[in-house]
């Protein structure tokens, strides 16, 4: 059975915190989502500010393969004509096949929010619906607030859909407004708006104030709704929306519905980082199938069973939908798990010689000092490089020093001196740094410049910093992780210490390692 997928990331979604999308931002929303097959694009309100306007103008004459854009309102106001409502009259100006509009369906909103008579309010829902229908518009009702709404009146919350109904409208959306409701009750509620309107679309719109949306989403869809909405990666308003990226898996995967064209299954993954990266967001690495730890094995047993069964800990093929496995390095991997990680690296390894079990010695010996490898592939793989004799030393450290300044000068506040040998040339080198480890980054890549040119390819995105055992203060250990980039990758080393200078210094050391190991 095929099902519309509505997703209103640039809509519902942009309401979340630390979400605001550009106009170049929102056309390559548009794009990833039409690339996908998602039926339906909630693109924003036009009537909210001209800069929305001006948007739906500028994509009036956009291409889509597969998508339908969707302009957002409101039904017309309290004793207001429709034709008189500058907010339709917006949603006609939009230019766009689909509007959606919302309207109260909770009588308590009717007379207590908007000091309406319970008839005034269907007249309202009505008119507008009516009016857009006439002026060649499909109209999505929205019914705000309808699940609470009809567990206060049943009766009137469906008066509210049979307005919207009787008037023209293309789909019914029951709206979970609260984001309150439990996946029963999403069943039971949404099995009789499907039999009472059984020429309608029903449309099921959960928000995730009580983490249960995408559960709720998916037994309205057994109870008859034939349209899903929500955002593509669950942003939205407090706790989210219903995460579309989710809900669509499941139900395609293992309920035989069809969300998106069965070939875009692959592109589900580098959609969700696409999405991401645009919102400048991270997809939470626990995310269901999505995430980067989605498939993550780190117990030895786990690993050795998913490299024997892959469905021993693994409830669909990763590669479906263009994710992968990853097995993580630490003191609980086992032998299979650390030597499938490495085969790559390494391919004449023995899995069962004694190399091996120097390997998984040193691992271990390691995370007893507070060294975690899990995030810190690069790191291990130099470990690894060592124990094998395969490690070709880039240069040597002879002494570094670190002097902080206060206050600022030019928001300089750290200046380091960083003296290295490299195959008999000593040399050194100093820069000011915005902190320590910028300082210390800046002078070691100004040491080995003349020496490697190519590092100036190599740069520091991102820094780390995790205290161990917080019982002793300031005494304490430090992990620090550093992430370092190229045009074409990015790897993560570590460094454990009591002194966070030092700390930062070994994964520092590490990443430059690392970075001319492989010769860029």
């Given at each position: 059975m095929?099902?519309?997928?509505?997703?209103s990331?640039?809509?519902?979604?942009?309401?979340?915190?630390?979400?605001?999308?550009?106009?170049?931002?929102?056309?390559?929303v548009?794009r990833?989502?039409?690339a996908?097959?998602i039926?339906f694009?909630?693109?924003?309100?036009?009537f909210?500010?001209?800069?929305?306007?001006?948007?739906?103008?500028?994509?009036?004459?956009?291409?889509?393969?597969?998508?339908?854009?969707?302009?957002?309102?409101?039904?017309c106001r309290?004793?207001?004509?429709p034709?008189?409502?500058?907010?339709?009259?917006?949603?006609?100006?939009?230019?766009?096949?689909?509007?959606?509009?919302?309207?109260?369906?909770?009588?308590?909103?009717?007379?207590?929010?908007l000091?309406?008579?319970?008839e005034?309010?269907?007249?309202?829902?009505?008119?507008?619906?009516?009016?857009?229908?006439?002026?060649?518009?499909k109209?999505?009702f929205d019914?705000?607030?309808?699940?609470?709404g009809f567990?206060?009146?049943?009766?009137?919350?469906?008066?509210?859909?049979e307005?919207?109904?009787?008037?023209?409208?293309?789909?019914?959306?029951l709206?979970?407004t609260?984001?309150g409701?439990?996946?029963?009750?999403?069943?039971?509620?949404t099995?009789?708006?499907?039999?009472?309107?059984?020429?309608?679309?029903?449309?099921?719109?959960?928000?995730?104030?009580?983490?249960?949306?995408v559960?709720?989403?998916?037994?309205?869809?057994?109870?008859?709704?034939?349209?899903?909405?929500?955002?593509f990666?669950?942003?939205g308003?407090?706790?989210?929306?219903?995460?579309?990226?989710?809900?669509l898996?499941?139900?395609?995967?293992?309920r035989?519905?069809?969300?998106?064209?069965?070939e875009?299954l692959?592109?589900?993954?580098?959609?969700a980082?696409?999405?991401?990266?645009?919102?400048?967001n991270?997809?939470?690495?626990?995310q269901?199938?999505?995430?980067?730890?989605?498939?993550?094995?780190k117990?030895?047993?786990?690993?050795?069973?998913?490299l024997?069964?892959s469905?021993?800990?693994?409830?669909?093929?990763?590669?479906?939908?263009?994710?992968?496995?990853?097995?993580?390095?630490?003191?609980?991997?086992g032998?299979s798990?650390i030597?499938?990680?490495?085969?790559?690296?390494?391919?004449?390894?023995d899995?069962n010689?004694?190399?091996?079990?120097?390997?998984?010695s040193?691992?271990?010996?390691?995370?007893?000092?507070g060294?975690?490898?899990?995030a810190?592939?690069a790191?291990f793989?130099?470990?690894?490089?060592?124990?094998?004799?395969?490690?070709?030393?880039?240069f040597d450290?002879?002494s570094?020093k670190i002097?902080?300044e206060?206050?600022a000068?030019?928001?300089?506040?750290?200046?380091?001196i960083v003296?290295?040998?490299?195959?008999?040339?000593?040399?050194?080198?100093?820069?000011?740094?915005?902190g320590?480890?910028?300082a210390?980054?800046?002078a070691?890549r100004s040491?080995?410049?003349d020496?490697?040119?190519?590092i100036?390819?190599?740069s520091?995105?991102?820094?780390?910093?995790?205290?161990l055992?917080?019982d002793?203060?300031?005494?304490?250990?430090?992990?620090?992780?550093i992430t370092?980039?190229d045009?074409?990758d990015?790897?993560?080393t570590v460094?454990?210490?009591?002194?966070?200078?030092e700390?930062?210094?070994?994964?520092l050391?590490?990443?430059i390692?690392?970075?001319?190991?492989?010769?860029?």
């Open positions: 095929k099902l519309q997928i509505f997703d990331t640039l809509r519902d979604g942009a309401q979340g915190a630390n979400i605001s999308f550009s106009v170049d931002d929102k056309i390559k548009i990833t989502l039409d996908l097959g039926d694009i909630e693109a924003g309100n036009p909210s500010n001209p800069a929305e306007m001006q948007f739906f103008q500028q994509i009036a004459g956009m291409k889509l393969e597969h998508a339908h854009i969707v302009a957002f309102g409101s039904t309290k004793g207001a004509a034709a008189q409502d500058n907010n339709l009259q917006s949603l006609l100006a939009a230019g766009t096949e689909y509007v959606a509009i919302f309207g109260k369906s909770h009588i308590r909103h009717v007379t207590d929010v000091r309406a008579t319970p005034e309010n269907r007249r309202m829902i009505a008119e507008s619906v009516r009016f857009l229908t006439e002026h060649g518009k109209v999505i019914a705000e607030h309808f699940f609470d567990k206060a009146d049943a009766d009137y919350a469906m008066q509210t859909l307005s919207a109904a009787t008037a023209g409208a293309y789909a019914l959306c709206c979970d609260n984001g409701i439990f996946p029963d009750e999403a069943f039971c509620i099995k009789q708006v499907t039999e009472r309107f059984p020429d309608r679309i029903v449309a099921i719109h959960c928000h995730n104030d009580g983490g249960l949306a559960a709720s989403s998916i037994e309205a869809v057994k109870a008859g709704a034939q349209q899903i909405q929500g955002t990666l669950g942003f308003e407090r706790c989210g929306n219903a995460n579309l990226s989710t809900i898996c499941n139900l395609q995967l293992k035989d519905y069809e969300c998106i064209p069965p875009k692959k592109d589900i993954y580098g959609s980082m696409a999405i991401a990266e645009t919102s400048n991270a997809v939470p690495p626990n269901p199938y999505v995430g980067m730890n989605a498939f993550a094995h117990a030895g047993m786990h690993a050795d069973g998913v024997k069964y469905s021993s800990f693994e409830h669909v093929d990763p590669s479906v939908i263009g994710n992968k496995r990853k097995f993580l390095l630490s003191e609980i991997s032998k798990a030597y499938d990680k490495l085969k790559n690296y390494f391919p004449a390894l899995k010689g004694a190399e091996m079990g120097e390997i998984v040193a691992l271990k010996e390691r995370a007893l000092q060294y975690q490898y899990e810190a592939e790191s793989v130099l470990v690894v490089e060592k124990i094998l004799g395969k490690y070709k030393n880039s450290l002879i570094y002097i902080s206060q206050p000068i030019e928001g300089k506040v750290a200046s380091a003296k290295i040998r490299v195959g008999g040339v000593t040399k050194i080198a100093a820069a000011d740094g915005e320590p480890v910028h210390m980054d800046l070691l040491a080995l410049a020496f490697y040119p190519e100036a390819r190599v520091l995105v991102d820094f780390k910093v995790r205290v055992d917080s002793k203060a300031t005494a304490a250990k430090v992990r620090v992780l370092t980039a045009s074409a990015s790897w993560t460094g454990v210490s009591e002194d966070v200078i700390a930062s210094w070994i994964a050391t590490d990443s390692d690392y970075a001319l190991m492989q010769r860029l």
